[in-house]
């Protein structure tokens, strides 16, 4: 039933270490994306994905490299990760691409790296 | 580049009062949505407004868009415990991406 998933939910890991996230809507939506919000509640875009295309890449390091199998799903992999890594990271999909479009946003994954 | 700006940062009212809180842009906008986020939960979208003046009305909560269409303001009518959490504006940024404000944290005395 759930629109935008994401797994897992929490995800403690050590400095260096490399993880995924994974994301999936069953909306039939286009556009999928991945915002960064951290401690101060502030949401940041990192990319953007139309069709599996990429169209919003925000200066976000490159450890950070997203993958869109299909237009259901956009997966998020962090290579060497760090202290500053720490925040809570959203996936969001919309019917379509623009910025006067309504996003739906997924339960978010807890990143906390010691 | 385009920034959305949201005041106040925090406010924390008696359950029953009245709560505001705005959103200003530098540049005019096409629109402008309203996202609340409950604690521990996520961003669920609440309005688009359009049209310059533009004002909307969801039960005790009224949003309103400025005539210049460069600001825009949510009030709270007479507050709930249920009203508690954070409440985002976001505007265009170009044609593609959707810049949130930084967010108004509402904490409400029961």
């Known amino acids: 039933d759930t629109a935008v998933s994401q797994t897992p939910k929490y995800l403690v890991t050590q400095m260096g270490n490399d993880k995924s996230i994974k994301c999936e809507q069953n909306?039939?939506?286009?556009?999928m994306y991945w915002y960064k919000q951290d401690s101060k509640k502030f949401l940041k875009i990192m990319f953007s994905y139309n069709n599996k295309e990429l169209i919003i890449n925000e200066t976000v390091p490159n450890r950070f490299s997203p993958k869109s199998p299909d237009k259901a799903h956009l997966n998020l992999h962090i290579n060497s990760l760090e202290l500053g890594d720490s925040a809570v990271y959203f996936c969001?999909?919309?019917?379509?691409?623009?910025?006067?479009?309504?996003?739906?946003f997924g339960p978010g994954t807890r990143l906390l790296v010691l | 580049g385009q920034q959305v700006m949201q005041i106040p940062q925090y406010q924390h009212v008696q359950e029953g009062e009245d709560f505001t809180t705005y959103c200003n842009s530098s540049?005019?906008?096409?629109?402008i949505q309203w996202y609340k986020q409950r604690p521990g939960g996520h961003p669920v979208f609440l309005i688009q407004l359009v049209k310059s003046g533009e004002v909307k009305k969801q039960k005790r909560l009224t949003f309103q868009f400025g005539e210049a269409k460069k600001n825009s303001s949510l009030h709270i009518t007479a507050t709930q415990t249920t009203d508690v959490g954070t409440y985002f504006c976001?505007?265009?940024?170009?044609?593609?991406?959707?810049?949130f404000g930084q967010g108004t944290r509402l904490t409400i005395n029961p």
């Open positions: 976001a505007g265009p940024r170009g044609a593609q991406k959707l810049v």
């Open positions: 909306l039939g939506h286009d556009t």
């Open positions: 540049t005019t906008l096409s629109n």
């Open positions: 969001a999909s919309s019917p379509s691409w623009g910025s006067q479009e309504t996003q739906y």
